[in-house]
């Protein structure tokens, strides 16, 4: 999705539907035995001294990996070899932490008491979400009720779709090479192919140097002045350098302002109205359970005090 898509406050666009009474929880659905999952086949990725480290380890040690980069990581042989090693060694000075009797210390007991209900109350929560977020399909629709009746929402300027080949380096070697490959595309050479072969920019040379479709104020200011220069299919930029190297754009296609198609808002707002009502659910859940607990507020101002920065 676009800047100016992904600006959209989601939020209101969810409290504008269920004020129209589109879309209503009537009491969240709470998870029972039915919903704990079944054991999953595990597989054995690093051992040695009774200690057996498994791909489900190594899932869970990941959870604290930032969710956008943990695919990448996970995808590494190296990096799992190195996280399963990591806990082989965490493991075994676990073992003798416990064989000194070191979980009886009660600040031992107490992290490790945290921990425990941490992972079990998120396995919960997991499991409150698939109980109560909505259907892919139940979703689609409400987008797309949504997108309908505020379509004014999801205007855009005109657009460019385009693909690059960037060269890394603002020296004179670095813009020879990009010569070089436009000398090569005005030769016949197929953009796509090159892209992948030689853009440093790696994510979208994997898709042949395609960018997708994107409007004003999105690109480095030199690069967006050589897209929209261009007019036909096909056409190339002279190479175009920005603060981050070498540039050289071939349009694909050019579009006019107008609505932003709803293939194109589709899956991004079916995620953030899932992402909604799980949130929804949660919190009210929370308030819920937490409406039984008494704090002691002297105890915690003591707690506190005792915790405040010394001079």
């Known amino acids: 999705m676009t800047a100016s898509i992904q600006r959209l406050t989601m939020a209101s666009l969810m409290l504008t539907a269920m004020m129209a009474g589109q879309w209503a929880w009537a009491e ?7 919903d704990a999952r079944k054991p999953a086949a ?11 480290i498994t791909d489900l380890d190594v899932q869970a040690d990941a959870q604290r990996i930032p969710p956008d980069v943990r695919p990448l990581i996970l995808a590494r042989s190296q990096n799992v070899g190195q996280i399963a090693s990591d806990l082989y060694v965490f493991r075994n000075m676990a073992k003798m932490a ?12 107490a992290a490790l008491q945290v921990a425990r209900d941490r992972v079990l109350a998120n396995a919960w929560m997991d499991a409150l979400d698939e109980k109560n977020m909505p259907s892919l399909e139940a979703a689609e629709k409400q987008a797309r009720s949504i997108y309908q009746a505020q379509p004014d929402r999801f205007k855009v300027g005109e657009e460019v779709r385009a693909r690059h080949i960037l060269i890394s380096g603002k ?17 016949g050479a197929d953009f796509a192919t090159l892209a992948r072969e030689v853009s440093a920019d790696k994510g979208s040379a994997a898709r042949g140097g395609d960018l997708g479709f ?3 104020d999105r690109m480095a200011p030199e690069f967006e002045k050589a897209a929209f ?40 707002m079916v995620k953030e109205i899932r992402s909604i009502a799980a949130k929804d659910v949660r919190s009210a859940t929370a308030e819920q359970l937490r409406a039984d607990v008494k704090v002691d507020n002297a105890a915690v101002e003591a707690f506190a005090s005792k915790n405040e920065p010394k001079p």
């Not at 595990?42 to 057996?52: D, K, Y």
């Not at 020879?176 to 005005?186: D, F, G, I």
């Not at 002279?238 to 050289?248: A, P, W």
């Open 42 to 52: 595990v597989q054995t990725l690093a051992q040695g001294q009774n200690i057996v």
């Open 214 to 216: 994107f409007g004003r």
């Open 28 to 34: 969240a659905k709470l998870p029972d035995a039915a």
């Open 229 to 268: 220069a261009l007019q036909k299919p096909g056409d190339l930029s002279t190479v175009v350098e920005t603060q981050f190297g070498q540039h050289i754009i071939q349009l694909e296609a050019r579009r006019p302002a107008g609505i932003k198609p709803f293939e194109e808002v589709r899956e991004g």
């Open 171 to 187: 020296d004179a070697e670095a813009r020879a090479k990009a010569e070089q490959v436009l000398a090569q595309l005005k030769s």
């Open 98 to 109: 416990q064989q000194l009797g070191m979980e009886r210390d009660p600040r031992v007991a």
